[in-house]
């Protein structure tokens, strides 16, 4: 399917929702302003200027209103993204992506989510904020992420604390848990969108693909079909950036109950700093507490127990 998108002037806006106005169609997507349907061309515009057409006719059509810009299709020689080669167009394909986050933090849980982003609605979730999501801060993919939340079938696990530590105690590597955690978000997402199915599964590569399988080895269900690992693959496709955002957005979540029942805002990462304040919490609600709100295994515990 073709998918072309153009920015446009407010003046060239006025004309095309003109042009097209029997084929007009309503549709209510955030960020829609006029929206046409022909038997081979779906013309979207949107308030921030673009203007994209999809189907066959799709070059035809954008050709009265503009110099083609760009596609959205991305190259899947994105720069330094090790893994798999990916099918060309691949940006424009219908793909269920996951992430994660929370590996690297002290406090807090590991959190994974799963994304389906149909080739249709590519647009609608680049328009809701997902494009640029290296730009991304904290604040503003809480602000987005309900919406993206409704907008796409997705599953989010939260790997709390207390749940880790147990399973660490147990053997299971980061790798294994997470490893679990994205085929069991990607299971779930699938269901839910069943009978409809991706073309592609685009994992965010924490893995080379034989290192994942194993880990999953005693899993009953695996997923394996048509399944994709790059780094760096919120690049290559939003699937994959809006599982991120979603990743984040419980990560933060958890980490404002945490907070909340710790009584002071508990940091991100594993510095010196995080240190110091696992130190105070130790002083002050006792080690057990601090281990209910922390990756307990991490380098940190042993420095800050030589805080206390
Ligand atoms: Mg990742």
Redesign the pocket.
């Known amino acids: 399917m073709s998918n072309i998108v153009l920015t446009i002037s407010t003046n060239i806006q006025k004309e095309v929702m003109a042009y097209y106005a029997s084929n007009y169609i309503e549709r209510k997507a955030p960020g829609v302003i006029f929206a046409a349907k022909l038997p081979d061309t779906s013309i979207t515009m949107y308030k921030s200027g673009k203007l994209m057409f999809q189907g066959g006719g799709a070059e035809r059509e954008a050709a009265r209103w503009g110099i083609i810009e760009k596609t959205t299709s991305q190259k899947s020689s994105t720069i330094g993204a090790k893994g798999d080669t990916l099918p060309d167009q691949f940006a424009t394909m219908s793909v269920l992506g996951s ?3 929370g ?1 690297g933090d002290y406090f807090g849980p590991i959190t994974v989510a799963a994304v389906y982003v149909p080739a249709s609605k590519i647009e609608l979730i680049n328009e809701l904020g997902v494009k640029d999501s290296k730009m991304l801060t904290d604040d503003y993919m809480r602000k987005i992420a309900p919406d993206l939340r409704a907008a796409c079938v997705h599953s989010v696990l939260v790997l709390r604390n207390d749940k880790y530590n147990n399973l660490q105690a147990k053997g299971y590597s980061q790798g294994k848990m997470k490893a679990m955690m994205h085929n069991k978000a990607l299971q779930n997402t699938l269901v839910k969108m069943a009978p409809e199915k991706p073309e592609f599964i685009l994992i ?3 893995a080379e693909r034989g290192v994942y399988y194993n880990y999953l080895k005693n899993e009953r269900e695996i997923v394996q079909e048509n399944v994709y690992f790059s ?1 760096k ?2 690049q290559l496709h939003v699937a ?1 950036a809006t599982a ?1 955002i979603l ?1 984040r957005a419980a990560f933060l979540k958890e980490m404002d109950r945490l907070s909340n029942i710790a009584g002071l805002e508990l940091m991100k990462g594993a510095s010196n700093k995080v240190d110091v304040q696992a130190a105070r919490i130790w002083r002050k609600q006792g080690e057990e507490f601090l281990r209910s709100i922390t990756k307990w295994h991490f380098a940190n515990t042993e420095k800050a127990r030589k805080m206390i």
Do not use: I, N, R, Y
């Open positions: 992430d994660e986050t590996t965010d590569q924490f780094t693959a919120e994959v991120s990743a």
